[in-house]
């Protein structure tokens, strides 16, 4: 006899409930297996999903206790909650003016060696007091929320300093802790060599190894140390300081890797074991083979290729063949992608890299979880995990992507909670941060 499920929260009769899990007995990046209930419905208690299954069934089964909430989903798409796994959130300033640079001929790497580009958002960001920066994060956020994202990293990587590596960090911290949508928090201080330390690499890369990635951690400040590395950047010796300096301290492990150039970045991430390896435009068919071997994640970007006017996209089926997990981020920053919106950079996915569409929805949601080691918790609807859901306004789940660059989502659930409805925010989840 089946036995009642208590439940706070139940959306009903959705068109589909969507979702993907690893396949079973597969090694990362082997298909993921999906699942598709037509007329279903996705129960909730205390932020844990207790039920997922057909409309009739979770009538009879789930009890919705007297303070609960129904929502109907009639012809309409529930998602397990989107996973953004690539952002740069804290930051001061914009950089329109250099947009208009890159669409009259100049390239993203003219435009750093002028003194544009990355330090140019650093100038504007140790400039900015800590509670601008938190201001910033939040109304990031709050875009990314009413696109369905409920769980995002966020990288540092514009102070480049000790002190302003850690006020981006706290900055954060601080917006993780009065918003809906999570933050992984990521220490990019590898992001390029600052100016006053243009003579003095092996100075910098020291300072970043023995102080920054040591308080960070000490802090509790970042879960994961990012590195660039690029010919503009950082050499894959001087990455390999750092980031062993972040594993002896406890940090997780990304790299940008063979994004501008092939520079055997995808080896170097394999090789430390790292977690992702992001970018990949230029990724070799050795370094495919090693990131399968070693289980690393491809974070593919592809609406940044679009933004710079590169022609270069990354190669996302030949990653998979090789049996490579692929998620999918927008790289939400100033200079190279100023965008929140992670549905549209899953649907330029599928057109510039000829991904399907099922495979560039798990690259949002279980693929995007493993890339932040979360996929225990979170990625896929399964009872036991997050209560966080996505619910579109679309009969099928293809035309998320197939309408493309209008927001398709309706309600968001976070944590087994309502935060946005009719695609709007409930302002009423989140009170005001504390100053700093």
Same mark, same amino acid.
């Given at each position: ?14 068109? /589909?409930?969507?979702?993907? !899990? ?72 914009? !950089? ?133 590395? /690029? ?89 998979? !063949? ?17 965008? /929140? ?17 099922? /495979? ?9 979880? !493993? ?66």
């Amino acid at each position: 006899m089946n036995r009642t499920i208590q439940a706070d929260l139940v959306l009903t009769g959705a068109a /589909e409930v969507v979702t993907f !899990r690893e396949a079973p007995r597969g090694r990362m990046g082997e298909a993921v297996e999906q699942t598709t209930v037509r007329n279903g419905s996705v129960a909730c208690r205390r932020g844990r999903i207790v039920y997922i299954g057909p409309a009739a069934e979770c009538e009879r089964r789930v009890h919705l206790t007297g303070n609960g909430e129904a929502v109907d989903c009639a012809g309409q798409v529930i998602l397990p909650g989107l996973i953004d796994p690539h952002t740069h959130l804290p930051f001061a300033g914009d !950089r329109a003016h250099e947009f208009r640079l890159r669409l009259r001929g100049s390239s993203y790497e003219a435009i750093g060696r002028a003194g544009g580009g990355i330090l140019s958002t650093v100038r504007d960001t140790r400039a900015a007091d800590e509670d601008v920066l938190v201001e910033g994060c939040l109304e990031r956020m709050d875009r990314m929320l009413t696109f369905g994202v409920t769980t995002a990293e966020a990288k540092s990587g514009y102070g480049l300093s000790l002190r302003d590596e850690m006020r981006q960090l706290r900055a954060i911290a601080r917006a993780d802790r009065h918003h809906p949508v999570d933050l992984v928090p990521t220490l990019l201080a590898a992001h390029v060599v600052p100016a006053e330390y243009a003579d003095r690499r092996q100075e910098y890369v020291e300072l970043v190894a023995k102080q920054m990635v040591p308080a960070a951690a000490r802090e509790q400040l970042a879960r994961f140390c990012d590195v660039f590395v /690029e010919e503009a950047a950082f050499t894959p010796n001087e990455a390999r300081t750092i980031l062993e300096a972040a594993r002896r301290a406890g940090l997780g492990l990304r790299l940008h890797v063979d994004q501008l150039s092939a520079g055997r970045g995808a080896e170097l991430a394999a090789e430390l074991g790292a977690t992702s390896a992001d970018h990949l435009e230029h990724v070799s068919p050795e370094g495919m083979k090693a990131l399968a071997r070693a289980g690393t994640v491809a974070v593919l970007l592809p609406a940044v290729d679009l933004f710079l006017g590169k022609r270069t996209f990354p190669p996302a089926v030949d990653l998979m !063949r090789a049996g490579v997990p692929v998620a999918l981020a927008t790289d939400c920053n100033p200079g190279s992608c100023m965008t /929140e919106n992670l549905p549209l950079a899953a649907s330029l996915a599928c057109m510039v890299t000829s991904m399907d569409t099922d /495979e560039a929805l798990a690259g949002m949601t279980i693929q995007a979880a !493993r890339s932040l080691s979360l996929e225990a918790t979170h990625g896929s609807l399964e009872p036991g995990k997050a209560g966080d859901l996505a619910v579109f306004a679309v009969a099928e789940r293809t035309r998320i992507l197939y309408h493309f660059g209008i927001n398709h989502c309706r309600t968001v659930v976070k944590a087994g909670k309502v935060v946005v409805r009719d695609g709007r925010r409930l302002l009423e989840e989140s009170p005001e941060p504390e100053p700093a």
